[in-house]
T-cell receptor, first 111, second 115 residues
C-alpha cells in the first residue's frame, strides 16, 4: 500500500514567521512530488512540484526533497494570514498515474 | 498554470435523478483526467482515472454503473451520477494532466446536493 503521511495539525504560526510543513512517503520509486493548497470549500491549487533532491524555491515557498529519507517539506517564509489553509502533499508513483495524496496539514497564521 | 473548468459549480437535484458534471481543460490537451470526491472535513478520495478514448479505471469500492465517466476528447471528460441519492451529496472535483507534464491541475469543483 503506497502511502503519504502528513501531520494533520493544526500548525499555528504568527504572521511573518516561517511555516514548515512535512511529508513522508512509502514508495521509494516515486518520481515527483507536489504541494497543493486547499482553502475551505475550494478545490486544491498547485503551489509547486519538485522531482530532484535538494531545494526548489518559488517566491516565499521552498520545497525540499530528500529521496534517501523519503521526505518532502514545504517552507513558507513571511507567513501571511492568507496562507491559512490545508496543505496537501502528493506523490506521483509513476508518470501518468493518479497522484497519491496525504490527508493534509492545516496551517493557521495569526495576525 | 494550466486552467481546468468544471460545470456546473453547484447543483441541487432530487433523489433518483441523474446529474452530469463536465470537466474541461481550457489551454492544454488532457490525455488523462481524474475524478475525486471530497466529503466535508475529509481528504480527497480518488474515484476514477480516465484516458481519452478509453474506458475509465475505477477505484475499489466505486460503482462504475452509478458513476459514469466519459472522456470523449482531449479537452472534455464528464461524470454522470445516475439515480442520485442523498448519500451522493458531496464535492466532486476533476483534475487533468497533460501527457508529457508532471503537473496535475484541478478544476474548481462541483458541489452536489441531493434532496
Amino acid at each position: 500500500q503506497k502511502e503519504v503521511e502528513q501531520n494533520s495539525g493544526p500548525l499555528s504560526v504568527p504572521e511573518g514567521a516561517i511555516a514548515s510543513l512535512n511529508c513522508t512517503y512509502s514508495d521509494r520509486g516515486s518520481q515527483s512530488f507536489f504541494w497543493y493548497r486547499q482553502y475551505s470549500g475550494k478545490s486544491p491549487e498547485l503551489i509547486m512540484f519538485i522531482y530532484s533532491n535538494g531545494d526548489k524555491e518559488d517566491g516565499r515557498f521552498t520545497a525540499q526533497l530528500n529521496k534517501a529519507s523519503q521526505y518532502v517539506s514545504l517552507l513558507i517564509r513571511d507567513s501571511q494570514p492568507s496562507d491559512s489553509a490545508t496543505y496537501l502533499c502528493a506523490v506521483d508513483p509513476q508518470a501518468g498515474t493518479a497522484l497519491i495524496f496525504g490527508k493534509g496539514t492545516t496551517l493557521s497564521v495569526s495576525s | 498554470g494550466a486552467v481546468v473548468s468544471q460545470h456546473p459549480s453547484r447543483v441541487i437535484c432530487k433523489s433518483g435523478t441523474s446529474v452530469k458534471i463536465e470537466c474541461r481543460s481550457l489551454d492544454f490537451q488532457a490525455t488523462t483526467m481524474f475524478w475525486y470526491r471530497q466529503f466535508p472535513k475529509q481528504s480527497l478520495m480518488l474515484m476514477a482515472t480516465s484516458n481519452e478514448g478509453s474506458k475509465a479505471t475505477y477505484e475499489q469500492g466505486v460503482e462504475k454503473d452509478k458513476f459514469l465517466i466519459n472522456h470523449a476528447s482531449l479537452t472534455l471528460s464528464t461524470l454522470t451520477v445516475t439515480s442520485a441519492h442523498p448519500e451522493d451529496s458531496s464535492f466532486y472535483i476533476c483534475s487533468a494532466r497533460d501527457g508529457g507534464a508532471y503537473e496535475q491541475y484541478f478544476g474548481p469543483g462541483t458541489r452536489l446536493t441531493v434532496t
